[in-house]
């Protein structure tokens, strides 16, 4: 079964869902959570209060829209384009990330967030 969300990011709304995964269990166990947006590219991460160690299907080659966790930062990732450690279009986390979900509505609105700005993590 999937859970619903809603990413509030600075001025942008977006609608996700997280999957059946322990890591995203915890998460939406954890639900509210806010934090402030730090950017690597076309990705927007930032801790949250969830400790997981790293899953047998983490990876760093990850999807646009893309939902991750990051168990060396303890922190939520949203990917919408390329990053640093990109080698093409396809964004590529910095280390393995937990995938736990997707962004449901189209990922590059989430360009608009500004570094800093107020994440808020909802039940939808």
């Known amino acids: 079964m999937s859970h619903r969300i809603t990413i509030a990011a600075g001025p942008v709304t977006v609608e996700g869902e997280l999957n059946d995964s322990p890591t995203a269990r915890k998460i939406w166990e954890a639900l509210p959570i806010a934090g402030q947006a730090n950017t690597?590219?076309?990705e927007i991460y930032f801790r949250i209060p969830v400790q997981v160690e790293?899953?047998?299907?983490?990876?760093a080659d990850v999807l646009v829209g893309e939902l991750g966790y990051w168990p060396r930062g303890e922190a939520f990732c949203i990917f919408f384009g390329p990053t640093p450690a990109?080698?093409?279009?396809?964004?590529?986390?910095?280390?393995?990330?937990?995938?736990?979900g997707r962004v449901l509505d189209d990922p590059a609105v989430l360009q608009d967030v500004p570094?800093?700005?107020?994440v808020m993590l909802e039940k939808a």
């Open 54 to 59: 790293e899953a047998a299907d983490a990876r």
């Open 115 to 118: 570094p800093g700005a107020t």
């Open 40 to 42: 690597w590219g076309d």
């Open 86 to 100: 990109s080698e093409d279009d396809q964004p590529r986390a910095a280390s393995p990330v937990n995938p736990v």
